[in-house]
């Protein structure tokens, strides 16, 4: 990815600026139906945005369909394409995957938002995700990071405190094996929770020694294989060797870990900050923690991975503009971005929500304040079909079909496909 500092971002995001009152007037055509179709894979969070936007605009109806994020990306495109999308839809920053906004918004799927009140607010790290060739297309609402969220009553019960260094790492899943209760759920029947763990690892064994790793990579001077993304897979399977995961993780679902996690049946999960409200909605008096995975025995250059999360675009051909720019710019107000962070445990994109985040966040926040972070590693790959092929490679690597050297040399290969 290209480099850029979260600082500048975190402090656009503290500047005090106060998201100017959004309009539902618009300059777009569209019917004058009061009917807003939305697919999205914000399960268990956008149903409290929609309600709430239903609430501030009385008479209006939003059919809602939410889908896994796997499943969505293989659809999302072909619907576009027939014309049977919805009129909202989730997108994600970058050019990381099917569902991305460069990968919409070339071929014109996605309607420019550059004239959005919100649009200009944007901090600048997030505006280089959520345009395409200088335009706005993607209403991204949130910031996110992932770590080790950790389930406080489960290490209570099993006598453990949570790792500080890869070393301790090691021997936390040790012990917890032992105590027939393994370190962390890992979900890889669903093939996008794969890369997790790697990202965690990779932030700091690629991009502690070298922040400029993204930028080697796009002058042709680095490659996957013959860098630390090795290391970041070895760790990646010695951590599988050494029973830090459940049983099985090829077929458990995403779901399923998250049932594991919230009932203490694993002392944490390797996730986004996403995962610690979906956690409380199943285990309402449970105490989760989001911390950074140790990847090497020196804390101080641990780094986390931290980026704009995903946002809503509208539909160049939705049936109701007039309602789907109403509604990305209810999810880019003070409420729609609040209601977001609460129910998601995430940061608001924008500065002037009054939103206070979760505790669970505060290593986060530390980290990002610190400049201790480092974007999602795909969103500014030059095709989405470097992540597809890292995440197959993962699952086979799992399957014992594949080793880190096949998977490495594969996305080298995609990676110079360029877009």
Not at 355 to 374: K, N, Q
Request: net charge negative; proline share 5%; charged share 20%.
């Amino acid at each position: 990815m290209r480099t850029t500092r979260l600082t500048a971002l975190v402090a656009a995001l503290t500047a005090g600026t106060v998201l100017a009152a959004c309009s539902g007037g618009t300059n777009a055509g569209g019917s004058t139906s009061k009917t807003l179709t939305i697919a999205s894979v914000d399960q268990g969070s956008v149903e409290d945005v929609v309600a709430a936007f239903e609430k501030a605009n009385p008479g209006v109806e939003v059919r809602l369909t939410t889908s896994g994020a796997d499943q969505y990306q293989q659809q999302i495109r072909t619907k576009l394409a027939s014309g049977t999308a919805p009129d909202v839809m989730s997108v994600w920053p970058g050019n990381g995957n099917p569902g991305a906004t460069y990968v919409l918004a070339e071929p014109g799927y996605l309607l420019d938002l550059s004239d959005r009140p919100w649009a200009r607010k944007m901090p600048a790290a997030v505006k280089s995700v959520a345009q395409y060739e200088g335009k706005t297309y993607n209403a991204v609402f949130g910031l996110n990071g992932i770590g080790a969220v950790y389930n406080q009553d489960a290490l209570d019960k099993a006598g453990l405190t949570p790792p500080g260094t890869w070393s301790e790492l090691l021997d936390f899943c040790r012990e917890a094996a032992a105590k027939k209760t393994p370190a962390f759920a890992l979900g890889n029947q669903d093939n996008w929770v794969t890369q997790t763990v790697l990202y965690a690892l990779v932030a700091t064994t690629v991009y502690g020694p070298d922040r400029n790793f993204d930028k080697k990579m796009q002058d042709g001077r680095a490659t996957f294989a013959k860098s630390a993304w090795t290391t970041a897979l070895a760790k990646y399977k010695e951590m599988e060797k050494t029973g830090c995961f459940q049983k099985s993780p090829l077929s458990t679902s995403y779901e399923a870990s998250q049932e594991l996690t919230a009932g203490g049946k694993t002392l944490g999960i390797v996730q986004g900050n996403w995962i610690v409200a979906l956690l409380k909605g199943k285990n309402p008096d449970g105490r989760f923690t989001l911390k950074a995975l140790p990847a090497s025995d020196d804390p101080g250059g641990f780094l986390m991975p931290a980026a704009a999360g995903m946002g809503y675009g509208v539909n160049a051909k939705a049936k109701n503009k007039d309602l789907a720019l109403k509604f990305v710019d209810f999810v880019m107000s003070d409420d729609g971005m609040s209601l977001f962070a609460e129910k998601q445990g995430s940061l608001p994109t924008l500065p002037g929500t009054g939103h206070t985040s979760d505790p669970a966040l505060a290593e986060l926040s530390t980290f990002i304040d610190e400049d201790r972070t480092v974007p999602f590693m795909d969103q500014l790959w030059p095709n989405p079909k470097v992540q597809q092929t890292m995440l197959s490679g993962l699952q086979e690597m799992f399957s014992g079909q594949a080793d880190a050297d096949d998977v490495l040399k594969d996305m080298d290969t995609d990676y110079r496909a360029g877009t």
